[in-house]
């Protein structure tokens, strides 16, 4: 079993700047694909960026750019800079991560993003 556990969410102003983090506990896993997926209210949940175990990274159109994924694999955890926010960038964002060696896959209990003046 898997615990991912994030942090770093909040409100900020349009352009502004928030780092998420997600930290990974458990026993006898090797953590392979990692990333972040974000809900709207009312829409579905959607692909922001994803980053490999070797470090090949990923990103949804809409965030290219103004949003970097990263992973420090030592200490298990993986980050999303996000730049230049815009309110329309406002979801819950979720961590994600597939687990080897059985390739299941885990999320965490999401945290709140809000860009708002």
């Known amino acids: 079993q898997v615990q991912l556990v994030e942090s770093g969410g909040g409100l900020v102003q349009p352009g502004g700047s928030l780092r998420l983090s997600c930290a990974a506990s458990?026993?006898?896993?090797?953590?392979?694909?990692m990333g972040w997926y974000r809900q709207a209210p009312g829409k579905q949940r959607e692909l922001v960026a994803t980053v490999t175990r070797g470090g090949s990274t990923s990103y949804a159109d809409s965030v290219k750019g103004r949003f970097t994924v990263s992973r420090d694999n030592p200490k298990n955890t993986v980050y999303l800079q996000m730049n230049s926010l815009k309110p329309e960038d406002t979801a819950v964002y979720y961590c994600?991560?597939?687990?080897?060696?059985?390739?299941?896959?885990?999320w965490g209990q999401g945290t709140q993003v809000t860009v708002s003046s």
């Open positions: 458990g026993s006898s896993f090797t953590l392979l694909t």
């Open positions: 994600y991560a597939r687990v080897g060696p059985y390739d299941y896959d885990y």
